[in-house]
């Protein structure tokens, strides 16, 4: 099981850039599959990026293609996704997720419950 910490969420005005990170430990974090989702109130978890443990692979949900892009650092055992040109509908809270012993799935990856492992989440609020 790794340890995931989401960071960088706030307060952002529509137009603007906001990096989101997440911090990873307790096991060999290049071995992870690693995942951004999102939440808003009332509706279940969305995913928004995927990438594989090399970074050599990722994926998109289509809202957020041209506009994130999910990068990481096995390194520093963090992933980041960044947000460009953020949009009110942005607004929610977005959590890290990860799975290991799996090789990369542009399907499964889209899944929330193909990742055992997630991290508290970080609120992003975009105003309009």
């Known amino acids: 099981q790794v340890h995931l910490i989401e960071s960088g969420g706030g307060l952002v005005q529509a137009g603007g850039s906001q990096r989101l990170s997440c911090a990873a430990s307790?096991?060999?974090?290049?071995?992870?599959?690693m995942g951004w989702f999102r939440q808003t109130p009332g509706k279940e978890r969305v995913f928004v990026a995927a990438i594989s443990w090399s970074g050599g692979s990722t994926t998109y949900a289509d809202s957020v293609k041209g506009r994130f892009t999910i990068s990481r650092d096995n390194g520093k055992n963090t992933v980041y996704l960044q947000m460009n040109s953020l949009k009110p509908e942005d607004t929610a809270v977005y959590y890290c997720?990860?799975?290991?012993?799996?090789?990369?799935?542009?399907?499964?990856?889209?899944?929330?419950?193909?990742?055992?492992?997630w991290g508290q989440g970080t609120p992003v609020t975009v105003s309009s």
């Open positions: 997720a990860a799975v290991s012993g799996k090789r990369f799935d542009y399907t499964w990856c889209l899944t929330s419950g193909w990742y055992p492992d």
């Open positions: 307790g096991r060999t974090f290049s071995g992870y599959t």
